[in-house]
T-cell receptor, first 114, second 115 residues
Framework: NAGVMQNPRHLVRRRGQEARLRCSPM?????VYWYRQLPEEGLKFMVY????????ESGMPKERFSAEFPKEGPSILRIQQVVRGDSAAYFC????????????FGPGTRLTVL | DQQVKQNSPSLSVQEGRISILNCDYT??????FLWYKKYPAEGPTFLIS?????DKNEDGRFTVFLNKSAKHLSLHIVPSQPGDSAVYFC??????????????FGTGTRLQVTL
């Protein structure tokens, strides 16, 4: 049973470019969460999605960031017009049930903005 | 506003001894707590969790204790092994229906188990 998969593992972008991060949840999991970890900090919640629905985006920056989890295919976290401050590790997690259950994390995508 | 706090950024323990990692929280709505272990360049790995209806949960060498009145939890690792050297994150969530079960993380404690 494959775990949570994320790609790419490393992504380098120049300021102003777009970054697309992909996440495939564990088999049987229909809930996806995105977190961001800045250097020397803990993980910060960004957004929680179910298939075709954004459930909670309270941690998403108001501009340039968007997320989707289509009926078919992986969840996508999209960052438009990246800036140096977007450099971080972005982790995706999935869970089978809402509320009180463990979330299982992917290996992360390390975004570097030059 | 740091709702989950891990006040010790690092901890060094000898192999075979007990490691105790501490975590405090401020949000009374939190009712489910988890510990994750993280190696460099990898994602967090789930270790153990505890619901607020319990005060202890044990899984092999790992035991988590919860003191609700003090809003404090701890992770005990006995005996500690060199492979336990990693960063440990405490996380909390509210399972109140109607809200997303997002996790709020502490800043982590780096555990080093020495020979």
């Amino acid at each position: 049973n494959a775990g949570v998969m994320q790609n790419p593992r490393h992504l380098v972008r120049r300021r102003g470019q777009e970054a697309r991060l992909r996440c495939s949840p564990m088999k049987g999991h229909s809930h996806v969460y995105w977190y961001r970890q800045l250097p020397e900090e803990g993980l910060k919640f960004m957004v929680y999605l179910q298939k075709e629905n954004i459930i909670d985006e309270s941690g998403m920056p108001k501009e340039r960031f968007s997320a989707e989890f289509p009926k078919e295919g992986p969840s996508i976290l999209r960052i438009q017009q990246v800036v140096r401050g977007d450099s971080a590790a972005y982790f995706c997690a999935s869970s089978p049930l809402q509320g009180g259950n463990e979330q299982f994390f992917g290996p992360g995508t390390r975004l570097t903005v030059l | 506003d740091q709702q989950v706090k891990q006040n010790s950024p690092s901890l060094s323990v000898q192999e075979g001894r007990i490691s105790i990692l501490n975590c405090d929280y401020t949000n009374s709505m939190f009712d489910y707590f988890l510990w994750y272990k993280k190696y460099p360049a990898e994602g967090p790995t789930f270790l153990i969790s505890i619901s607020s209806i319990k005060d202890k949960n044990e899984d092999g060498r790992f035991t988590v204790f919860l003191n609700k009145s003090a809003k404090h939890l701890s992770l005990h690792i006995v005996p500690s092994q060199p492979g336990d050297s990693a960063v440990y994150f405490c996380a909390a969530s509210s399972t109140d229906t109607g809200t997303a079960s997002k996790l709020t993380f502490g800043t982590g404690t780096r555990l080093q188990v020495t020979l």
